[in-house]
């Protein structure tokens, strides 16, 4: 999948973006599941007002799928709680992102 990098000003990865052709949390959630050490936690509801798709935990600690103002292009990824930023933990979910293909997302889960 295509991913989109975001940095702080000193260059620092602090999260990355996806792109939001997902057709709901759902389908951003059976993604995640197939990613290899992401275990999702907590879906948003349909018809839900929240900004935030998905809850997950990778390597311990947790993470979010949030879409800014509801309406944007891309879904942001990461950490849920600043606070436990690890940017090498970050660095291999973007890798285990990245290299995982997203053409199967659209087929049920046997």
């Known amino acids: 999948m295509k991913t989109y990098p975001l940095c702080d000003e000193n260059n620092e990865l ?3 973006e996806v792109s939001n052709s997902f057709l709901g949390s759902g389908s951003i959630a059976r993604f ?4 290899s050490g992401c275990e999702v936690l907590q879906v948003r509801k349909m018809f839900s007002s929240s900004e935030e798709h998905v809850l997950f935990k990778f390597e311990g600690l947790d993470f979010i799928v949030w879409e800014p103002f509801g309406d944007s292009s891309r879904l942001y990824i990461g950490f849920s709680d600043p606070e436990s930023m690890n940017r090498i933990v970050l660095m291999r979910l973007l890798n ?12 049920s889960r046997s």
């Open 32 to 35: 995640l599941q197939r990613c």
């Open 14 to 16: 602090y999260a990355f």
């Open 96 to 107: 285990v992102v990245s290299n995982t293909p997203c053409f199967s997302f659209f087929k």
